[in-house]
């Protein structure tokens, strides 16, 4: 089965930073684009970044200016560095991952607490 591997989460205080890494397994070549997704108890899953193989990048509302998705296509690896973070960016967050003519993959996700 083929999975993503993420790593990078855990508590912080308000105001803190955290960095998510999100790696592809090497059997994929052909990724269109990848993203981070997040979820809070009771909430809809929300889309917080993308970046497309071609360095587009898109962010959630709620985190332009604080978040910032970047990549290392060699390794098939994205980034997600949060900074100034806020107890309303706790979640569980997702990766995900877009390819030509298969589903979208996601990985098991990592829990990012912040603390008042």
């Known amino acids: 089965q083929v999975r993503l591997a993420e790593s990078g989460g855990g508590v912080v205080q308000t105001g803190g930073s955290l960095r998510l890494s999100c790696s592809a397994p090497?059997?994929?070549?052909?990724?269109?684009?990848m993203g981070w997704f997040r979820q809070a108890p009771g909430k809809q899953r929300e889309m917080v970044a993308r970046?497309?193989?071609?360095?587009?990048?898109t962010y959630g509302d709620s985190v332009k200016g604080r978040f910032t998705i970047s990549r290392d296509a060699v390794k098939g690896t994205i980034y997600l560095q949060m900074n100034n973070l806020r107890p309303e960016d706790t979640a569980v967050y997702y990766c995900k991952l877009e390819r030509p003519w298969y589903n979208d993959l996601w990985g098991q996700g990592t829990q990012v607490t912040v603390s008042t």
């Open positions: 090497g059997s994929i070549t052909t990724i269109e684009a």
């Open positions: 970046i497309t193989n071609s360095d587009s990048t």
